[in-house]
């Protein structure tokens, strides 16, 4: 997992490159985190999903972010401290989790001078079938192939195809 202790490193001698993934879900963000980790490019995950944000936090002894802009830049230090390896530092956001967390002066810095991976999906349609399917298998960090479940609803389709618009245009504003 992620948030496993294992995956802690030493703190880097030198201020670490930056990289940030962008992407909203179904893109291929997790194919890309497993390439780079195998790589020693960082170790890119979704540090600011709550649940990850409070195991990190708490075992480093840090206050858990939770939204709280105060708490944000103790646990931005520490996850670049504790997470960096070979002098980079990865993470990837959906987002969502980049306007609950990082829309702050902690945010503001972790984006300063960082090298950002902008990730979208060119097959939109089969996105939103991958999307609707996780929702209905309860998994999102993995392969889930749409023929291990019924056929998802028009309904959960609409749906899935509203999110991947909505966190589209949302990144598409964030960069302009």
């Given at each position: 997992?992620?948030?496993?202790?294992?995956?802690?490193?030493?703190?880097?001698?030198?201020?670490?490159?930056?990289?940030?993934?962008?992407?909203?879900?179904?893109?291929?963000?997790?194919?890309?985190?497993?390439?780079?980790?195998?790589?020693?490019?960082?170790?890119?995950?979704?540090?600011?999903?709550?649940?990850?944000?409070?195991?990190?936090?708490?075992?480093?002894?840090?206050?858990?972010?939770?939204?709280?802009?105060?708490?944000?830049?103790?646990?931005?230090?520490?996850?670049?401290?504790?997470?960096?390896?070979?002098?980079?530092?990865?993470?990837?956001?959906?987002?969502?989790?980049?306007?609950?967390?990082?829309?702050?002066?902690?945010?503001?810095?972790?984006?300063?001078?960082?090298?950002?991976i902008y990730?979208?999906?060119?097959?939109?349609?089969?996105?939103?079938?991958?999307?609707?399917?996780?929702?209905?298998?309860?998994s999102f960090?993995?392969?889930?192939?749409?023929?291990?479940?019924?056929?998802?609803?028009?309904?959960?389709?609409?749906?899935?195809?509203?999110?991947?618009?909505?966190?589209?245009?949302?990144?598409?504003?964030?960069?302009?």
């Amino acid at each position: 997992k992620a948030y496993d202790a294992q995956l802690d490193q030493q703190p880097p001698y030198a201020a670490p490159e930056r990289v940030i993934i962008c992407a909203g879900p179904r893109t291929g963000s997790n194919a890309l985190s497993r390439a780079m980790l195998a790589a020693g490019i960082g170790v890119p995950t979704e540090y600011f999903l709550p649940d990850y944000e409070q195991r990190l936090a708490k075992r480093w002894g840090v206050p858990v972010p939770a939204g709280r802009p105060r708490a944000v830049d103790g646990y931005v230090r520490t996850l670049i401290e504790k997470r960096s390896i070979n002098g980079i530092f990865a993470t990837k956001l959906q987002f969502w989790q980049l306007q609950r967390a990082l829309c702050n002066p902690a945010g503001q810095a972790l984006f300063a001078g960082a090298h950002l991976i902008y990730l979208t999906r060119g097959d939109a349609q089969a996105q939103a079938v991958s999307l609707a399917v996780a929702h209905d298998a309860g998994s999102f960090g993995g392969s889930v192939k749409p023929r291990d479940l019924p056929p998802a609803s028009s309904r959960q389709l609409r749906r899935a195809v509203t999110s991947i618009l909505r966190e589209d245009a949302n990144f598409q504003r964030f960069f302009a």
